[in-house]
């Protein structure tokens, strides 16, 4: 039995449902009085309310805290077994996720791409900032990040395959054009045909011409970019861990493809 006298399932009780499932979450936290006293009517029948309720915020928190240490561990080992193709030793942070999301507009909808999805963290801040109408492809090569990324994100569309398979994707969902494109993938280690089809098809279908890479490197690869594009802005964010960054790439070079131009292998 819990605190409001129904069973642990709460098939009883629709308010305790709604705490478990973290709606009333601030609610129980934000309110002093409610913490202490369990207000009546807050949450469910009775007067023991309030600690009903911060108690079962304190078991989400613990399940949210687990899901992270879970995907970072994840993320973690696929770095440790597989080096350079994965981008970083950590997911990146919100303040990393937000920068890279320079060009989301929520005010008009848009058509969005974002390649290496990971563990999610930029996916999802993405979903948060967008327009409600805005169509929003993601891709993750990896399985086990595919799952980890959907699982997180489960209203956005994550397709496992290749970038180099993007053209490919974007057909069948009927997609012309993108207005932002963003990159989390390790372009330095992708083989050169990979990154050839990557520049291609950002060329052919970004309206906006703006090629949006992440960097856990500052400044590092600013050069080789410079070497891809004409335009390079690079914005860093401090607040990561490690000190990461974003580069803004614009107006790709018509000798991209040349051997001492195109990154890769």
């Known amino acids: 039995m819990d605190a409001c006298g129904k069973q642990r399932a709460y098939e009883g009780c629709d ?25 009546t009517g807050k949450i469910g029948p009775d007067g023991r309310e309030g600690y009903h309720g911060v108690r079962n915020a304190l ?16 993320w973690a080992g696929k770095f440790l077994r597989h080096g350079r193709n994965i981008a970083s030793l950590t997911p ?17 909808p848009q058509t969005i791409v974002e390649l290496g999805a990971g563990v999610g963290p930029v996916t999802a801040m993405i979903s948060k900032l967008m327009h409600p109408q805005s169509r929003f492809l993601s891709i993750e090569l990896d399985p086990d990040l595919h799952e980890l990324a959907q699982e997180r994100c489960p209203e956005v569309d994550i397709q496992l395959g290749s970038a180099d398979q993007l053209d490919e994707f974007l057909d069948d969902r009927g997609i012309d054009k993108i207005d932002c494109f963003l990159s989390c993938l390790p372009v330095p280690s992708l083989p050169k045909t990979v990154n050839s089809a990557l520049f291609e098809c950002w060329k052919r279908r970004c309206s906006s011409g703006v090629f949006t890479q992440i960097t ?5 690869y600013r050069r080789m970019y410079r070497r891809v594009f004409d335009t390079v802005e690079f914005k860093l964010v401090p607040m990561n861990f490690l000190p990461a960054g974003v580069y803004h790439c614009s107006q790709l070079r018509a000798d991209f493809e040349a051997d001492d131009r ?4």
């Open 262 to 265: 195109l990154p890769g292998h």
């Open 216 to 220: 856990q490197i500052p400044w590092y």
């Open 59 to 74: 078991e989400t928190s613990i399940l949210m805290r687990m899901s992270v240490a879970t995907r970072r561990l994840k």
């Open 92 to 108: 990146s942070s919100r303040w990393l996720s937000r920068a890279m999301c320079r060009d989301i507009d929520a005010s008009k």
């Open 15 to 39: 308010a305790c449902a709604r705490t478990r499932s973290g709606v009333l979450w601030n609610e129980a936290w934000t309110d002093p009085t409610f913490a202490l006293t369990g207000e």
